[in-house]
């Protein structure tokens, strides 16, 4: 037999990633296609005390988690993992393990609160008897899978982490300080039809997943979006719509007019088939439905709370998560209640995850159009408008619920920040915006008047929190004969954890906040409302419409989600991993977007910044001594001064390690770059090839992608 030399390289990709979290350090490697292992790391927990009716607890918690399980178990942080899958795979099994360390004996851990809607009389947490009494350890697994979802072609596990675990009789607490997960893979049928390999879909996924590296698996195409953002409406109001979109067209937001007669239907599964075929046609980021319910219609989801032997809800909600959620049907299994958690593909959960970012216009005659796109148009052209700075919170007294009880212990979470309840969120900063608080125990006996929020309006609020009782037509305290009388030019965005304010679904009514955005010419240009119950927990500032509230303000502040559309869906995304505590599901289906989803609650204060390159090594090759690659600029400005390295480590006993360094080059927006180094490798083994380009971003740092090629070196 002829012997020769030869060095093979393959694409089994050796993944290495050492990044920082909130959390703590997680390491991803994947050395085979079969599994994918990722560590996660925990600090110490914080432990603390609580006095609810008389009654001492303890508390326990980690940074960047939250509190999960049913009323009256005890009290425990979980983590949400984010895990992308690589391509073409989906999970065959999931494994979690972790070495724990005691913490101590004694501890009464405070039991997971009922979930209440805003207008229920006090309930204190009480303890599960038959859990508290025994000293297995709780929970008994260090994991819950949630679920596989698609976000824009990207498969997504996610995974609610249990590092703390409980002895409940004993008292005594486990703690892991790490946690490694093992997601066994196997072949997917088919790639997922809504993916598109834009740079726009990359960057989102990026920035929701633990392991980002992954993303070097799925192909990047050469296509580009022909349009932002869709306006469906019908043909009778499309005229009003116009201005809108030559606003946008002219600011850069490609805008595109679609009517029902386009759709060929007016039912709810061919509207979604249409946003879906448009997202794959042209690109769409947003889809404003210019219509209200009965002319666009809205799907009715049903939800149940998740609290067991406790008080029950469910109800059926008019949600358009149903038109951003694009993947796998919403009915699985043919029933009269859709968006059940067993009403996704194969009878999985459904998918939660935006395709595309969905606002509403309850309109139903042209009227009701100008109105609607009036305020829109005079908030695109507000750029650094004073009033523009201008914040007010609006707290209510709730009722006797301990910390509960006022509106301004949820709202001050939002100023600045808050790592309240476990986990930590940014808020408006006080340094750029006037934040203006009306909370009610500052104007004892009675509170503020609806007068007070009415002058605020009047003079020129941007933003409105609000947190208080409400109803279909009072939100705010005013009802909607107020709302009719406001003569403010200058308008805002409101968003409320109000009960049932945004209940546009109702035959023949309008609720408040279609009357703030779309039927009176004065008052709002968007908002985010409820459409049934708030959520909130007694003698806690952890409810579950709070979680949500928190999370959009993160969006905006900390995660550059700055449109109301991406923002108000994030909130939801990031509250995924716990989906099953209490009525998660319900406030995610519920919370839903009155206003243009385009439109920027930052950038219309101060200019964007400018567009950043983005690259991506997206083909490697290779033979003796010699490695090819190919990188790509997939994002929307020239990269500038790029500097490569390569470093290869390995072969038998370890003894290659090599780094070389490429010269810098530049690389347009949609360029490829063929780059080439002579590897000077002697010896037997497999090694790791390494390769970081890096980029000088001109507005953030420095930008970064590598991917890391398995490479044989073998005689035979």
């Given at each position: 037999?002829?012997?020769?030399?030869?060095?093979?390289?393959?694409?089994?990709?050796?993944?290495?990633?050492?990044?920082?979290?909130?959390?703590?350090?997680?390491?991803?490697?994947?050395?085979?296609?079969?599994?994918?292992?990722?560590?996660?790391?925990?600090?110490?927990?914080?432990?603390?005390?609580?006095?609810?009716?008389?009654?001492?607890?303890?508390?326990?918690?980690?940074?960047?988690?939250?509190?999960?399980?049913?009323?009256?178990?005890?009290?425990?942080?979980?983590?949400?993992?984010?895990?992308?899958?690589?391509?073409?795979?989906?999970?065959?099994?999931?494994?979690?393990?972790?070495?724990?360390?005691?913490?101590?004996?004694?501890?009464?851990?405070?039991?997971?609160?009922?979930?209440?809607?805003?207008?229920?009389?006090?309930?204190?947490?009480?303890?599960?008897?038959?859990?508290?009494?025994?000293?297995?350890?709780?929970?008994?697994?260090?994991?819950?899978?949630?679920?596989?979802?698609?976000?824009?072609?990207?498969?997504?596990?996610?995974?609610?982490?249990?590092?703390?675990?409980?002895?409940?009789?004993?008292?005594?607490?486990?703690?892991?300080?790490?946690?490694?997960?093992?997601?066994?893979?196997?072949?997917?049928?088919?790639?997922?039809?809504?993916?598109?390999?834009?740079?726009?879909?990359?960057?989102?996924?990026?920035?929701?997943?633990?392991?980002?590296?992954?993303?070097?698996?799925?192909?990047?195409?050469?296509?580009?979006?022909?349009?932002?953002?869709?306006?469906?409406?019908?043909?009778?109001?499309?005229?009003?719509?116009?201005?809108?979109?030559?606003?946008?067209?002219?600011?850069?937001?490609?805008?595109?007019?679609?009517?029902?007669?386009?759709?060929?239907?007016?039912?709810?599964?061919?509207?979604?088939?249409?946003?879906?075929?448009?997202?794959?046609?042209?690109?769409?980021?947003?889809?404003?439905?210019?219509?209200?319910?009965?002319?666009?219609?809205?799907?009715?989801?049903?939800?149940?709370?998740?609290?067991?032997?406790?008080?029950?809800?469910?109800?059926?909600?008019?949600?358009?998560?149903?038109?951003?959620?694009?993947?796998?049907?919403?009915?699985?299994?043919?029933?009269?209640?859709?968006?059940?958690p067993n009403d996704g593909t194969g009878g999985g959960d459904v998918d939660l995850m935006a395709e595309v970012w969905v606002g509403r216009a309850c309109v139903d005659n042209l009227a009701d159009v100008h109105a609607f796109v009036?305020?829109?148009?005079?908030?695109?052209?507000?750029?650094?408008?004073?009033?523009?700075?201008?914040?007010?919170?609006?707290?209510?007294?709730?009722?006797?619920?301990?910390?509960?009880?006022?509106?301004?212990?949820?709202?001050?979470?939002?100023?600045?920040?808050?790592?309240?309840?476990?986990?930590?969120?940014?808020?408006?900063?006080?340094s750029s915006y006037t934040i203006d608080t009306l909370y009610d125990e500052d104007y004892l006996p009675y509170g503020w008047n609806p007068s007070d929020i009415i002058t605020r309006i009047n003079n020129g609020a941007h933003i409105?929190?609000?947190?208080?009782?409400?109803?279909?037509?009072?939100?705010?305290?005013?009802?909607?004969?107020?709302?009719?009388?406001?003569?403010?030019?200058?308008?805002?965005?409101?968003?409320?954890?109000?009960?049932?304010?945004?209940?546009?679904?109702?035959?023949?009514?309008?609720?408040?906040?279609?009357?703030?955005?779309?039927?009176?010419?004065?008052?709002?240009?968007?908002?985010?409302?409820?459409?049934?119950?708030?959520?909130?927990?007694?003698?806690?500032?952890?409810?579950?419409?709070?979680?949500?509230?928190?999370?959009?303000?993160?969006?905006?502040?900390?995660?550059?989600?700055?449109?109301?559309?991406?923002?108000?869906?994030?909130?939801?995304?990031?509250?995924?991993?716990?989906?099953?505590?209490?009525?998660?599901?319900?406030?995610?289906?519920?919370?839903?977007?009155?206003?243009?989803?385009?439109?920027?609650?930052?950038?219309?204060?101060?200019?964007?910044?400018?567009?950043?390159?983005?690259?991506?090594?997206?083909?490697?090759?290779?033979?003796?001594?010699?490695?090819?690659?190919?990188?790509?600029?997939?994002?929307?400005?020239?990269?500038?001064?790029?500097?490569?390295?390569?470093?290869?480590?390995?072969?038998?006993?370890?003894?290659?390690?090599?780094?070389?360094?490429?010269?810098?080059?530049?690389?347009?927006?949609?360029?490829?770059?063929?780059?080439?180094?002579?590897?000077?490798?002697?010896?037997?083994?497999k090694v790791e090839i390494q390769v970081t380009t890096e980029y000088a971003n001109p507005w953030n740092g420095t930008g970064f992608v590598f991917g890391s090629y398995l490479l044989k070196v073998a005689k035979t």
């Open positions: 037999m002829k012997r020769t030399s030869c060095i093979e390289l393959t694409l089994l990709l050796t993944l290495t990633l050492i990044a920082t979290s909130t959390t703590g350090v997680f390491a991803a490697t994947r050395t085979d296609s079969s599994a994918l292992t990722l560590t996660y790391t925990f600090t110490e927990p914080r432990l603390s005390t609580i006095t609810i009716e008389n009654q001492a607890y303890d508390q326990v918690f980690l940074p960047d988690s939250a509190i999960s399980g049913r009323p009256g178990d005890p009290s425990l942080p979980v983590k949400g993992a984010y895990i992308l899958l690589p391509s073409g795979t989906t999970v065959a099994s999931v494994s979690v393990h972790g070495t724990s360390h005691s913490l101590g004996n004694g501890y009464h851990l405070v039991p997971v609160g009922q979930a209440l809607p805003m207008t229920s009389n006090p309930v204190p947490p009480t303890p599960n008897p038959t859990v508290y009494a025994s000293d297995d350890v709780f929970p008994a697994t260090q994991y819950t899978t949630v679920g596989v979802y698609q976000q824009r072609g990207f498969s997504i596990l996610v995974l609610a982490l249990s590092p703390i675990q409980y002895r409940p009789a004993s008292g005594e607490l486990l703690a892991s300080s790490s946690l490694e997960v093992t997601v066994t893979l196997t072949p997917a049928h088919a790639q997922t039809s809504l993916f598109r390999g834009l740079p726009q879909d990359y960057a989102l996924v990026r920035g929701r997943v633990d392991n980002a590296q992954e993303l070097s698996t799925y192909p990047a195409s050469a296509a580009r979006s022909s349009a932002d953002l869709m306006i469906l409406t019908t043909s009778a109001l499309r005229s009003g719509f116009i201005p809108l979109a030559e606003a946008h067209n002219a600011t850069g937001v490609r805008t595109i007019i679609r009517t029902l007669t386009d759709v060929g239907g007016t039912d709810t599964e061919s509207i979604r088939n249409y946003i879906r075929t448009m997202y794959n046609t042209t690109g769409i980021s947003y889809v404003l439905l210019g219509g209200d319910d009965g002319v666009v219609n809205a799907r009715q989801l049903w939800v149940e709370g998740m609290d067991e032997n406790v008080t029950h809800y469910e109800d059926y909600l008019p949600s358009d998560i149903y038109y951003a959620c694009l993947d796998g049907p919403y009915n699985y299994d043919g029933d009269d209640k859709w968006g059940e009036t305020k829109s148009l005079s908030y695109m052209n507000s750029t650094n408008d004073s009033y523009l700075k201008n914040v007010t919170l609006a707290g209510e007294y709730l009722g006797d619920y301990g910390i509960a009880s006022y509106g301004s212990s949820y709202l001050n979470q939002l100023i600045n920040g808050s790592s309240d309840d476990g986990y930590t969120t940014v808020g408006i900063p006080a409105i929190n609000h947190l208080g009782h409400a109803s279909p037509d009072y939100n705010m305290k005013l009802y909607e004969s107020d709302v009719d009388q406001l003569t403010n030019t200058k308008y805002c965005f409101i968003y409320s954890q109000g009960c049932d304010s945004g209940a546009f679904d109702v035959s023949g009514y309008d609720c408040i906040a279609e009357v703030f955005t779309a039927k009176a010419t004065h008052g709002a240009f968007a908002g985010v409302w409820n459409a049934r119950y708030g959520f909130f927990w007694s003698y806690s500032t952890d409810g579950d419409s709070q979680r949500l509230n928190r999370q959009l303000w993160d969006a905006v502040f900390s995660e550059g989600k700055t449109t109301v559309g991406a923002a108000n869906h994030d909130s939801k995304e990031d509250n995924l991993f716990i989906i099953g505590r209490s009525c998660i599901r319900w406030v995610i289906y519920e919370t839903n977007l009155f206003g243009d989803p385009s439109l920027d609650l930052v950038n219309a204060v101060t200019p964007p910044p400018p567009p950043e390159p983005q690259l991506s090594i997206v083909a490697a090759s290779g033979g003796n001594r010699v490695l090819h690659l190919s990188v790509e600029n997939i994002g929307y400005a020239t990269a500038s001064n790029v500097v490569w390295t390569t470093k290869i480590n390995g072969g038998i006993f370890h003894l290659i390690s090599i780094s070389l360094n490429g010269s810098p080059f530049t690389i347009p927006p949609g360029n490829t770059t063929n780059l080439t180094t002579t590897l000077q490798l002697f010896g037997l083994g």
